[in-house]
């Protein structure tokens, strides 16, 4: 499916766009602050010594020649938006279940912001919900099936930005990397066209998205940067992000506010070697009070 074929969820912070494959389910996740970059001083105060030749390849009907004399004043090219991953939902089966499905609806309901998703394999029905809490800062997904224990699957977190996933506990999983510090736009034919800082505190914004998951009936192993889930009742996801940008005057650098979003209940989520998560997987700290389906509390 393309990628404007994909249903959008949004809180003003946190993006979603949600695909709809019933056996392969892609969520790609969107935080508002990620760019590549550092603050820069975009002004050239030399650039007024350009408006004279300007004005005089203007005056001369030299229109081509006035415009490459005019881009020292329109100052440097800004950096890039990036997305920040994907979340990854394969279901047990793979494309021989797929050709199995029947009945397949999908829906984005503008008034409660929810995407329904469902469809029948034989003679079980599977339903997946989908939202964005903004008071609780994070992406729910809910899946059930009209027959208990249907639901097998495993649940990863990719990025196509440098990042590592691992595994936190027995339900939780943690994405975390950077961005890099310098992108050239799509329109440039300079290479390389993006550029990382690999030193330990070099240039460019962290980011983190923690997941966990929440299984009523079946069983979850936690292993290789997958949560695997076989034959569970219902399962219920919530996704946090957030990264470390501190304005548009200060160094994104400094990781202390990476996961201060990714309030995610799960004690196993600090991981060592990482001194990003300041309030991150606190009990309590994030969805306080949520219960599924109350997208609007």
């Known amino acids: 499916m393309d990628w404007i074929e994909a249903l959008p969820l949004g809180n003003g912070r946190l993006g979603a766009m949600v695909f709809g494959d019933a056996r392969h389910e892609r969520v790609q996740l969107n935080e508002d602050t990620l760019w590549s970059g550092e603050p820069v001083e975009?002004?050239?105060?030399?650039?007024?010594?350009?408006?004279?030749?300007?004005?005089?390849?203007?005056?001369?009907?030299?229109?081509?020649?006035?415009?490459?004399?005019?881009?020292?004043?329109?100052?440097p090219f800004t950096q890039s938006y990036l997305p920040l991953g994907d979340l990854w939902l394969d279901f047990n089966g793979g494309e021989e279940a797929a050709q199995e499905v029947t009945e397949y609806q999908r829906?984005?309901?503008?008034?409660?912001?929810?995407?329904?998703?469902?469809?029948?394999?034989?003679d079980v029905v599977y339903h997946r919900s989908l939202f964005i809490s903004a008071p609780d800062r994070a992406i729910i997904i809910r899946l059930t099936a009209s027959?208990?224990?249907?639901?097998?699957?495993?649940?990863?977190?990719?990025?196509?930005?440098?990042?590592?996933?691992v595994n936190q506990g027995q339900s939780c999983l943690l994405l975390a990397g950077r961005a890099p510090r310098h992108v050239e736009p799509k329109y440039c034919s300079k290479e390389p066209a993006v550029l990382y800082?690999?030193?330990?505190?070099?240039?460019?914004?962290?980011?983190?998205?923690?997941l966990r998951a929440v299984v009523d009936g079946g069983s979850m192993e936690s292993s290789s940067g997958t949560l695997s889930i076989d034959s569970a009742d219902t399962v219920t996801l919530y996704v946090a992000?957030?990264?470390?940008?501190?304005?548009?005057?200060?160094?994104?650098?400094?990781?202390?506010k990476v996961t201060t979003a990714?309030?995610?209940?799960?004690?196993?989520?600090?991981?060592?070697?990482?001194?990003?998560?300041?309030?991150?997987?606190?009990?309590?700290?994030g969805l306080r009070s949520l219960s599924y389906g109350q997208a609007g509390s």
């Open 42 to 75: 975009p002004a050239d105060f030399n650039a007024w010594k350009s408006l004279e030749a300007v004005r005089n390849f203007v005056f001369a009907g030299q229109y081509a020649e006035a415009t490459e004399a005019a881009k020292p004043i329109q100052g």
């Open 107 to 122: 829906t984005l309901n503008l008034d409660t912001a929810t995407i329904e998703i469902s469809y029948r394999i034989h």
């Open 147 to 165: 027959r208990p224990g249907s639901l097998s699957l495993g649940v990863s977190l990719s990025s196509p930005l440098q990042s590592t996933t």
């Open 197 to 210: 800082d690999d030193a330990e505190d070099g240039k460019g914004m962290r980011f983190a998205a923690i």
């Open 241 to 256: 992000a957030a990264t470390s940008f501190s304005g548009f005057d200060r160094s994104p650098r400094c990781c202390c």
């Open 262 to 285: 990714a309030s995610i209940s799960c004690p196993h989520c600090q991981p060592p070697g990482l001194p990003v998560l300041s309030k991150a997987c606190v009990p309590g700290a």
